[in-house]
C-alpha cells in the first residue's frame, strides 16, 4: 500500500485545526504563527500532489479505498483528477494568504475576558474548513462528498456569524443583528439545498446500490446499469440544486451578498474563492459524471439562468453602494461564467469553466483582500466614505486597481483566458447566449471603474488624506497573489496540461464532441 | 384450583372475578376522583390487594405475596409517608386549569380504552393453557421462578439490584439536604428581630394550662379567642389548630351561670362574648380529630 | 532577424514593469531610462526595417512563434509574432514618433512628482501597442488592443485628483470595452467559422471563399464596432473629446498618432475579410464618412484647442475608414494618411501642449492671440503641421488626402459620388477649423493680458509649471520639447511626398493588396477641386476670424453652432439613455433583487416562523398537557397498528 | 369464565390510571396512578402466564415491581425535594418546559 498523500494533505490543516483551538489564551501570536505554518505546509503537500500527477495517466490518481460503512457500501474513497488537482491547488495556495490577511481581524476587544479564545478559533476554523474542501475535492465517494459538502457548513457558519467585520455602519448591536442574520441565512439557504441533495443521495443508492462515483459511472457507461429517464432526471436536479445553491446561481444567489458584505473580508474570501468552488466543482464531477442524459436535457435551462446570473450580478454590482457587497455580486455573475461553462459541453467551455475556478478565486481573492485592508483603515464598507485614496496609498490603489482589472477580465491577467475560453466554449454551441454573455464584460468594465473612480480617484476626503499606504504583511499578502495573476495570464500552460485530459473525460462522460468549425465541416 | 388447564375457569373464580373485579375498579376510580390524596392512596392500597388476590387465582402465588408485601405493605406505605410529609389534609382544587385538559383527556381515555379493549377482542385467544405444568416442573411455583430469575433472567436480576442500590442513593441524594450557609447564632436571630420590629419576644407558648397543652391548641388570648400566634407554623400552614375557645368559653359561661344563679345577678355582657367566637372551620376541627 | 521582434515589446514592457515597481529610488533616472527603452525599440525596429528592405517584396514577412498561451483541447493561441510591411509602417510609427514624444515629456512632465509613473504607463502603452501591431493572431491582437486601453486609461486618468480625468479615462475604457465586445465577438464567429484565429489561416479562408458571406460579414461587422471603439467612429466616438484630460503628450501619441489609428490598423489588417463581405465595406464607408464630416462639425466649434484637435483626429481617422472601406483602392492610402497624420498631428498637439506650457495651462483659444511673436518655434511648427493638414500641397496631408478624395470618388455609382462628395466638404471645413485655430492662437490681438479667470484657472490642467492666478508669461518652451515639435514638423513636411515618391503603396502592396480606381473625375480635377475647398475654407476662417476680432466671450452661436459644442448631443444622448437608463435600471434591479428574490427567501423564512409560532402555543409547559399528546399519540400509533393488522 | 376477561380489566384499570394522570394534579396523585396503570400490566402478565403455560410472563411481572419500587422511591424523593424547594405538589406550578 503505498503512502495515504491525499489523505495527509487533507489531515494536516485537520490536525493543525485542533492544535491550534488548543493553543492557550495568552498565547494568541503563537497561534496565529502556528496557522500559517499548518497552511504552508499544506501548500507543500498540494504541491507534491501537483507534481506526483500524471496528466497523461489514468484519470483517476493517488487513490485510496478502504471500506467505512460496510451495511450501505459507504467507502471512504479518494482519488484526484486534474480538475480536483487544480482545485486544491487553488485552495492550498490562498489559505496562507487569508490567514495573513486575518492577522488581526479575531483579536479579541478590550471588553471581551482573558479567557475567551477568538483568535485560536479563528485560525482554528479557517483551517477546519481548508481540510474540509481540500478532502471534498478529493472525495469518489457520493456519501464522503455528501457529509464534506454538509460538514463544511458550521465552520463556515461560525465564521461568518462570529467574526464579522468590524467596519459597519450603525451600532454594534444592529451589526450583530445583521451578522447573525447573514451567517443564518447563509446556513439555512445551504442546509436546504443539502437536504434535497440527501434525499437524491439516498435515491441514487436506492437505483445504484453503492456510493462509489467510478463505479456506477463505470457501470453507466457500461449499460450495466439502466437508470429510467425521469429517475435520472430528479436525481439529477436534487444534486444540481444543492450545488446552484452554493455555486451560487441566480435566483439562489441572496445569500452570497449578505454572507460576504458582513463577515470580514478573509472569511469573504474563503466564502466565494474557496468554498462555492465546491459547488461548481460538484457540478463537473458529479452532475455530469453521474447523470450525462439529465445534464443534457437541463442543459438549455442552466444556460439561460447562468445568463441571468452574469447579467443581474454585474448589473446589481453596478447598483451597489457597500463595496464588499458589490464583490459578491461581482462574483455572483462570474460564477454564472463558470456555470455557463461547464454546460456549454464543449472542451473550451469546460477546460475555461475549470480555470475560471482558480483564476475567479485568486483575482477575487486579490480584489477582496486589498478592499478589506482597504475597510479596516477607514472603518466603512461604504463606497461613498472613500475619495482620493490614490493619492495617500498609491500602492493600495496600484493594487486595487490589479484585482478589479483581474475581476474584469482584462488580457495578460488570468481570468481573461478563463472567460474567453468559456465564451469560446458557449458560442460555439449556443452563439446568442455567447453573445448575451458578452455585455457582461462591458458592465464588469463599469463595475469595477465605477468602484475605483469612486474610491480611489478624484479629491482625498478628510478621513482619507493620511490613509497608511500597505504595510509589509499586507504586501506580502497581496504581491504573490497579482504575481500569480500575470503568470496564468501570459502562461496558463501549467494549469491547462492537468485540466484538459480530465474535461476529456468529462466529454466523452457526457458522450459529447465540439461542434467542428464550419469551414471543415463544409469539406 | 390445582388444575388449571382448561380453557374455562371455575364459577368460583368467576364469582371472585365479577365481585372483586368491581370493587377494583371503583378503587381505582376512587384513586383518581377523590380529592385527598390520603384517600386515594388507601383506595388504590386496596386495588392492589385485590390484584394480589387475582394473581394468587392466577396461579402466580410468589407474586401474589410479594404484591401484598411489597406493594401494598412497603410502596403504598412510602406513599403514605410522603403523604403525610408534605400535608395529609390539603385536598385538590377540582377546578381544572388547562383549557380543554379534561375533554382532551377524555376523549383519548375512551379512545385507548376501546382501542385496548379491541385489540384484546381482536387477538385470538381462546384456550389456554394453565399453569399446572410449568408450575410442577420445578416443584413448585416459588422454585419455578427461583429457576428462571437465577438462570435466564440472571442478567436483568443483577442489574436491577444494581438499580435498587442506585435508587436508594438517589432518593438519600434527592432529599439530603446539605446545609449550604451557617446556621445562625441566637444573638444574629435576636437582632434580626429587633431590625424587622414586628415581633420582638419569643413567641408565645401553645396551650391552655391547666386543660390542654397540645402542641396544636392554639393559646388564647384574654378575651378568651384563640391566638394562632402560639401555633408552629408547620400546624397553621395545614389548618391543623385544634380551636378549644369555645369549649372554655363554655365553661366560663357555665361558671358565670352558676355565680348568676349563686348571687341572682343578670349579665348580658357575657352573652356578647360568646357571640363573638367565630365559628369557623367546622369541619376542619372535625378532620382534625 | 526572427528573434529580435519580441526585444521590440519586451524592451517597453521591461521599462513599464521596472519603473512601476520600482519605487521611488527610480524617481531621479526613471524617465530617462523609460526614453531609453522606447528609443531602444526604436533601433531594433530599424534593424529589421532595413533587413527587410533587403529582402524581396514577397518574403518580407518574418514570424517568431515564443510558446503556446492557451492550449485547450481544439484551441490554440500562441504567443506569436509576425512581422510584414504593413506591421513594419506601424512599428517605425509608434516607435518613432513615441520616443519623440517620451522625450517631449521629459520637458512637460518636468514638475509633477508621478513622472516616474507617467513613463511607466508611456512604456505600457508602446508594449502594447507593439503587441497589437506585431500579433500573428487574433486573440494576441485583442491582447494589444485591451492592453492600450488599458494604458490610455491609466494616461487619461494620470491626474486622478481631478473628478472630470477619471470620469473621462473611465468613459474612455467603458466605450472602449463596447468595441471590444465586438473584437471578442468577431474572434468567436472565427473560431467557430475557420477554427482558429490566426491571420493566415483565416485570411487566407475568407480569400479562399470557403465561408458563407453571410458569416463573413458579421465577422466584418463585429471587427468595425471594434474599430469604432478605439479609434473613436461614431457611434463610438464621445470618449475622445474627454479623454483631452489627460497631458498633452498622451493626447499626442495615445489620442492622435498611434492607439486610435488602431481600428484602421484592424480593418487594413483583415482586408481579406472585409473584401469577401462588400455589405460590410458599405457600413464602413459610410461610418467614415459621416466620422469625418461630424469630427469636423465640432472642431468648427470648440473653444478648447485641444478639444478642436480632438475633433479634427476623429475626422481624420474618418477619412481612413472611408479609405479602408473602399478595398484595395483605398488600403494603401487609409495607411498612408494614417502614418502622415501621424506626424502632422502629433506635432499639431506637442504644439498646443507647449502653447499651454507658456500660458500656465489655459486651453481656452479665445483667451490665447498674438503669441507667434512669443513663441516662434511652437508658431513654425504648428503652422507647418496646420498646413500639411489642411492639405496644403506639397505637404504630406496633401498627398496622401487627395489621394482619398479620388479613391472615393473611384468607388464608382452614387455611393462614388455621395461618398467624394463628403469627403471634399470635408476638406472644406477642416481648412476652416484648423485655420481658426492658428488665428485664435498665433495671430490677432492679445485677448491674455487680464489674468486668467481665477474660475477658469483652477479647473484646467495643473501640468508641468501650473500656477494657477498668476498672468501668463508667453514664453518658448525647453529644448526637450521644442526637438520634438521640430522632428515632428519635418515629418509633417516631407513624409507626403517621400511616400509618394519612395513607393509607399508598392510597398503595402504584399500585405494590403492594390488596385487603381477608376475614378469618374480626372486625378487633375480632383486635386484642383481639392485645392480650391481648401483655400475656399480658409477664406471663410480668415474672414470670419482674421479680419475681426475674436470675443473673450463666446457668442451663443447657431443652432448647429451649439449642438457642436456640445459633441452634436451626442453625450446628452448617451446620458439621458444609457447612463440615466442604466441607473434606473440597476436601481430597480437593486430593489428587485432585494424584495422579490431575497422577498421570497425571507417570506418564506418569515411564514415558517410564523407557523411555529402558533405551533408554540401547544407547548404551554404544562406535563399534564403534554401527557395528553403522548396518549394520544399511543392511541393513534395502537390504531394504527391495528389497522394493520386488519389489513 | 374466560381468563381473557383479567385482560380487559387489566385494560379498564390502565385507562384509569392513564386518565388519572391527565387530570390530577398532585404529583403524588398522579404517581399513584402511575402505580396502578403498572399494576394493570402486572396482571396482564400474569394473566399471559397463565393463558401460555409460561413463569416467564411472572418472572417479568416480578422485574416490574422492582423497577417500579425503585422509581417510587426516587420519584417520591423528587417530590420531596420540589416540595421543599416550592412548597407545593402541584405538576403545573413546574411549567417552565415551553419556550
Redesign the interface.
Known sequence: MSFPLLTVTAAVPAVGAVLTAAVPAARRTAAKWLALLVSLATLVLAAVVFARFEPGGDRYQLTESHAWIKDFGVRYELGVDGIGVALIGLTALLIPFIVLAGWHDADPLETQSKRWRPTQGFFALILMVEAMVILSFEATDVFLFYILFEAMLIPMYFLIGGFGDRAHSGTDENAAAQRSYAAV?FL??NLAGGLIMLAAVIGLYVVAGNFSLTEIAEARANGQLDMATSTERWLFLGFFFAFAVKAPL??L??WLPNAMGEATAPVAVLITAVVDKVGTFAMLRFCLGLFPEASKWATPAIIVLALISIV?GA??A???RDIKRLVAYASISHFGFIIMGIFAMT??GQ??ATLYMVNHGISTAALMLVAGFLISRRGSRLIADYG?V??AAPVLA?TFLIGG?ATLS???LAP??SE??V??GT??RY?VA??VA??G??LA??YV??L??RT?????KEETRNMPDLRARELVVVAPLIAVLILLG????PL??VV?PA??HT?SDVQQK???????A?? | MSVLAASTTSTGEAVQFWVLGTVAVIGALCTILLRKAVHSALCLAGTMIILAVFYLANGAYFLGVVQIVVYTGAIMMLFLFVVMLVGVTAADSVKETIKGQRWWAAACALGFGILLAGGIGNASLTEFDGLGTANAAYGGNVEGIAALVFTKYVFAFEITGALLITAAVGAMVLTHRERTERARTQRELAEQRVREGTHLPPLPAPGVYARHNAVDIAGLLPDGTPADLTVISTLRKRGQIRDVSGEALADLKALEQRSEERLGRDREDVRDIRDQVPDRDRDEEEASR | MDNLIALLVAAPLLGAAVLLTGGRRLDKAGHWLGTLLAAVSFVIGLVLFADMLGKSADDRTLHQTLYTWIPVEGFQADIAFQLDQLSMTFVLLITGVGTLIHVYSIGYMEHDERRRRFFGYLNLFVAAMLLLVLADNYLLLYFGWEGVGLASYLLIGFWQHKPSAATAAKKAFLVNRVGDMGLSIAIMLMFTTFGTFAFGPVLDAAAGGDASEGKLTAVALMLLLAACGKSAQVPLQSWLGDAMEGPTPVSALIHAATMVTAGVYLIVRSADIFNAAPDAQLVVTVVGAVTLLFGAIVGCAKDDIKKALAGSTMSQIGYMVLAAGLGPIGYAFAIMHLVTHGFFKAGLFLGAGSVMHGMNDEVDMRKYGGLRKYMPVTFVTFGLGYLAIIGFPGLSGFFSKDKIIEAAFAKGGTEGWILGACALLGAAITAYYMTRVMIMTFFGEKRWQPAPDPDKAASVEPGADAHPGELPHPHESPKSMTLPMILLAVGSVGAGAFFEYAGFVEWLEPVTGFEHGHSPLSAAAVTTATVVVMLLGVGVAYLQYGRRPVPAVAPRGSLLTRAARRDLLQDDFNHVVFVRGGTHLTRSLVYVDHSLVDGVVNGTAASVGGLSGRLRKLQNGYARSYAVSMFGGTAVLIAATLLMRAV | MNPVNYLYLAALLFTIGATGVLIRRNAIVLFMCVELMLNACNLAFVAFSRMHGNLDGQVIAFFTMVVAAAEVVVGLAIIVSVFRARHSASVDDASLMKL
Not at chain 1, 480611489?456 to 482625498?460: E, K, L, Q, R, V
Not at chain 1, 465540439?514 to 471543415?520: K, R
Request: charged share 10%; no cysteine.
Open positions: 441565512k439555512l439557504y441566480w435566483p444567489h441572496t443581474y448589473l446589481l453596478v447598483g451597489q472542451s473550451q477546460s475555461g482620493g490614490q493619492k496600484g482589472l482584462l488580457p495578460g481573461f483566458v474567453f475560453l465564451l469560446v458560442f460555439a452563439p455567447g453573445i458578452t455585455t464584460i462591458v468594465a463599469l471603474l465605477v475605483y473612480q480611489m480617484t478624484g479629491p482625498a501570459v502562461y496558463p500552460q491547462t496540461d484538459n474535461v476529456r466529454m465540439d461542434p467542428s468549425p464550419e469551414v471543415e463544409a469539406k
